[in-house]
């Protein structure tokens, strides 16, 4: 497979010339898929070298340079800097102290010349003036690309000229050239903001060693060594704490502002900012593999997979400019051939006024520029948007389900309560299930034995004589001439032990010793805070239905459901049992939709990749979690999930509302115009306005707050919504599968 490979593009202040780069290397054989983002000026291109990618460049436009990101990674931050803003402001002020000469001139007595000297001197301002512009559009004709919006002003402004128009060309270029500057300024700060989301690399790592202390660049480090992270600095790399205890901000890769305390055997993550004390931290992964590296790797790499409204927008700008040359110059020549006292000169005039209005800058920059916003905004939060597509397709979301286990619960198992029968006692019962399962990894079992050490109990060290954990039933234990058995209904019922099944909420073990039945104990995993917060959230955010799929028994299913108030669940569901009724879902709830499935990205692989929206939670270290999914949270939160889908309808009302107001001013300018109700002024006004407007909205997702609708923690007043309790069609005996090594009913 070809590698994407990223390069910087230098000298791009052009929306239209990016999208032409675009489509000039996606036109070429050796070229797989090219992407430019006009907003970070990254090129995107998979399958050619750099040479060639280099000569198709310098075809469509001979000034703009390509560095390679993995030799100037380090200068992106500052690749901004290309635009100088006071140079541009003083050499902007010059030309404008020559055309309010020209205006002097021309519309008070202060100072008369002859018609003729007045045309030299406009005509010399317009030069001035426009320099920049006439030879970007003469490189565009000699490129054989007739069209873009500087040919465009070029011929607006020089058939001014031939009507005699000479205040009203140099005016027009004038604004022009005044919007390119405000459109630059505004974009340049949006690509700053940007900029500042990914200039979240950690600058070094105090790496110790036998001589002390020494500082080393981030990739120089491996794992296995040591490093100190002093108070206040950023943690380089991803590790464990061998020494020290502090607190830790991870609000630049979570988007959560409360800090939390680390300790000895603790995992950290580079990003993260160390704010107490000094910690001793063992490294785990190389840079490259770090949590902040394959964080600012998904955000620089979203641009390049593009919204459908993107690339419609940069399809329709490539026919839209044509169209409109051609209907402006039907606009100039026919009326006056057809129309009784109409002039050439009145009708070329209200043709060079669509000319000017036609520019489609305000769209080519505004709307790639919108969706990179929501990213930006989206990472922020700790949520990580893979492109621009996705955002557009949460957007859409009309269902959601989510897994259970680990996603709207914790998926930390916790003993509950321990029912003694025949004599036993709960201390007894709760020591020999322990004492059976000491050395099992399971989750399960590990609860157990927590909670026996959490009591007071200890381990004599004794190794069972013989033991053997059964998949899907439990576990049994020989300890001289006792045996354990711990497990659920199927394991007592094939060692034919008497007992009575229990139906509640929970995970059941029972315990029996040398085949008589001592009780069992309540196993129960208790619901995410923000579970209830992340349910109403995406209800008041449009969400139409919400589910859950799960391997746990029906009785544990169903006060989740019944407690978080889903529309609907289905239990004792194995993984591929999980996709079926995900596509069962899609078909008929999601119709004119999109279905999201949010999992734990690794047991759920399968159905995140089904989705139409895949999202994986709480799997920033889940490498399976990043190639799977198309969304991935940072956080284990499912509240994030209802941010998420908020922040895409937000991107789209503001994409949409840049589409609106610039097709319908221009809309109505060029009515205006043709009817001979609007002049030139009032065009480049409109056209420079609405560009600028529209780079500045879309900005607005980079400085927004928060998009959860809901404050953490509450929800709605109300009746729940019913509850309706499935299971897997034809497969009323799974409660007891789960997947291989699971003994318990719980499916984890």
């Known amino acids: 497979m070809d590698i994407m490979e990223k390069y910087l593009v230098k000298n791009l202040d052009c929306a239209a010339c990016a999208a032409k780069i675009e489509t000039a290397l996606n036109l070429s054989d050796r070229v797989d898929n090219a992407s430019v983002d006009f907003s970070t000026q990254l090129l995107h291109v998979r399958g050619a070298d750099y040479d060639h990618v280099k000569d198709i460049v310098r075809r469509v436009d001979p000034d703009v340079r390509l560095e390679k990101v993995a030799a100037s990674r380090d200068k992106t931050a500052d690749s901004g800097n290309d635009f100088d803003a006071r140079s541009e402001l003083l050499r902007l002020l010059l030309f404008g102290a020559l055309f309010a000469g020209v205006l002097i001139i021309d519309y008070t007595p202060v100072v008369e010349i002859g018609p003729i000297a007045f045309a030299a001197l406009s005509i010399t301002v317009y030069l001035a003036v426009g320099f920049s512009v006439i030879r970007c559009a003469v490189q565009t004709v000699v490129r054989r690309d007739f069209f873009d919006e500087n040919v465009l002003m070029v011929i607006a402004t020089i058939g001014a000229v031939a009507i005699g128009a000479y205040s009203e060309a140099v005016a027009v270029?004038?604004?022009?050239?005044?919007?390119?500057?405000?459109?630059s300024l505004a974009v340049f700060r949006s690509r700053r903001s940007i900029r500042s989301l990914l200039a979240r690399k950690p600058d070094h790592a105090n790496l110790k060693t036998d001589a002390g202390i020494v500082q080393i660049a981030p990739e120089d480090a491996t794992p296995g060594d040591v490093i100190i992270v002093r108070p206040g600095e950023k943690i380089p790399l991803d590790g464990k704490v061998i020494a020290g205890i502090s607190t830790v901000d991870s609000s630049v890769l979570t988007g959560e502002s409360v800090p939390k305390t680390i300790g000895v055997d603790d995992t950290v993550l580079a990003g993260e900012i160390n704010m107490a004390g000094a910690v001793t931290i063992e490294?785990?992964?190389?840079?490259?593999?770090?949590?902040i590296a394959r964080m600012l790797e998904l955000v620089?790499?979203?641009?390049?997979?593009?919204?459908?409204?993107e690339n419609f927008i940069t399809v329709f700008a490539r026919y839209y400019t044509p169209a409109m040359v051609a209907l402006a110059a039907g606009l100039?020549?026919?009326?006056?051939?057809?129309?009784?006292?109409?002039?050439?000169?009145?009708?070329?005039?209200?043709?060079?006024?669509?000319?000017?209005?036609?520019?489609?800058c305000a769209l080519v920059i505004s709307i790639p520029l919108g969706y990179f916003g929501g990213i930006g905004r989206a990472s922020k939060s700790g949520i990580l948007v893979k492109g621009a597509n996705y955002l557009d397709a949460l957007a859409a979301v009309k269902v959601v389900v989510f897994d259970k286990t680990g996603t709207l619960t914790e998926g930390v198992f916790h003993v509950q309560k321990v029912l003694p029968e025949n004599g036993y006692d709960p201390e007894e019962i709760l020591a020999l299930a322990a004492k059976a399962q000491e050395h099992s990894s399971h989750p399960i079992a590990k609860s157990i034995v927590e909670a026996y050490r959490r009591g007071g109990g200890r381990f004599d060290g004794s190794d069972p004589d013989e033991h053997k954990e059964e998949p899907g039933r439990g576990i049994s234990a020989r300890f001289g001439d006792q045996t354990i058995l711990v497990g659920n209904d199927d394991l007592m019922r094939r060692e034919n032990i008497a007992f009575t099944p229990v139906k509640t909420p929970g995970t059941i073990a029972h315990v029996a010793v040398n085949d008589v039945y001592a009780g069992y104990i309540l196993i129960g995993d208790r619901v995410k805070p923000d579970s209830a917060e992340a349910v109403a959230s995406l209800r008041k955010s449009g969400v139409k239905k919400i589910m859950m799929l799960t391997g746990d028994n029906p009785?544990?299913?169903?006060?989740?459901?019944?407690?978080?108030?889903?529309?609907?669940?289905?239990?004792?569901?194995?993984?591929?049992?999980?996709?079926r009724i995900f596509e069962t879902i899609q078909s008929t709830h999601a119709l004119g939709g999109k279905a999201a499935f949010v999992g734990d990205g690794i047991n759920?692989?399968?159905?995140?990749?089904?989705?139409?929206?895949?999202?994986?939670?709480g799997a920033l270290g889940s490498d399976a979690a990043i190639e799977t999914a198309d969304v991935v949270l940072m956080t284990d939160s499912p509240a994030k999930m209802a941010e998420a889908v908020s922040i895409g309808r937000r991107t789209r009302i503001i994409v949409w509302e840049n589409i609106v107001l610039a097709l319908s001013v221009k809309g109505i300018v060029i009515l205006l115009g043709a009817f001979g109700m609007a002049t030139m002024w009032a065009a480049v006004f409109a056209d420079v306005g609405t560009a600028l407007l529209a780079v500045l909205n879309s900005t607005r997702m980079l400085a927004g707050k928060r998009a959860s609708s809901e404050?953490?923690?509450?929800?709605?007043?109300?009746?729940r919504p019913p509850v309706r309790m499935q299971i897997f069609p034809g497969q009323p005996d799974r409660t007891n599968h789960c997947e291989p090594g699971c003994w318990a009913e719980l499916q984890c």
């Open 711 to 719: 404050s953490p923690g509450k929800r709605p007043p109300g009746k």
């Open 332 to 360: 100039a020549f026919l009326p006056p051939l057809f129309i009784a006292g109409a002039t050439f000169e009145q009708w070329i005039y209200r043709a060079l006024i669509l000319l000017v209005i036609s520019c489609p």
């Open 604 to 617: 759920d692989a399968p159905v995140i990749a089904r989705a139409d929206v895949g999202v994986a939670m």
């Open 283 to 291: 490294i785990t992964k190389p840079y490259a593999e770090s949590s």
């Open 555 to 579: 009785y544990a299913a169903e006060a989740i459901a019944t407690q978080l108030g889903l529309d609907e669940y289905y239990a004792a569901l194995l993984p591929e049992d999980k996709v």
């Open 173 to 183: 270029m004038m604004f022009y050239k005044t919007g390119e500057f405000l459109q």
């Open 300 to 309: 620089e790499n979203a641009s390049a997979r593009k919204s459908a409204t």
